[in-house]
C-alpha cells in the first residue's frame, strides 16, 4: 500500500505533537505537520510491510513443517511433551538437518 493509505492516521499522529506537555504552548505550524505526516505515513507503510513479509514466511515455515515426513510431528511437540495447534517455528531447520541426515524417529504405539 502506498504510504498516502496511511496519511489520516499519520496526520492525526503528527498533530497530536502539539498536544504533549512539552509542546503545548507551541502555535501549530501546519505545513510542517504535514511533512511530519508525510514521514510517519512511510514509517507505517514500511511496518506493513514488513509484517506482510513475516507472514509470509511464516506461512512457508508452517508449509515445511507439515512435510518433514516422520519427523512433522516432532515440530508441533513442545519440550515439554504437549502438543500444539501451531508448529513451533524455532525447531523446524533442527528438525530439517535431522531428516537431512537420515534420521528416522523411533516408532511409537502398541506393536512399535
Not at 43 to 71: H, I, K, S
Not at 93 to 109: D, I, Q, R, S, T
Request: aromatic fraction near 6%; charged fraction near 25%; hydrophobic fraction near 45%.
Amino acid at each position: 500500500m502506498p504510504s498516502e493509505d496511511w496519511i489520516d492516521e499519520a496526520r492525526i499522529a503528527a498533530a497530536q505533537c502539539w498536544c504533549d506537555d512539552e509542546t503545548s504552548d507551541r502555535v501549530m505550524d501546519p505545513p510542517l505537520a504535514e511533512a511530519v505526516a508525510r514521514r510517519i505515513a512511510a514509517w507505517m507503510d514500511t511496518a506493513m510491510q514488513a509484517e506482510r513479509n513475516a507472514a509470509f514466511y511464516r506461512e512457508v515455515l508452517d508449509q515445511c513443517a507439515a512435510n518433514l515426513g516422520p519427523l512433522a510431528p516432532l515440530a508441533f511437540r513442545t519440550d515439554n511433551g504437549s502438543i500444539t495447534d501451531a508448529p513451533l517455528r524455532l525447531k523446524i531447520p533442527e528438525l530439517v538437518a535431522m531428516l537431512a541426515h537420515g534420521y528416522v524417529p523411533p516408532a511409537e504405539g502398541p506393536g512399535a
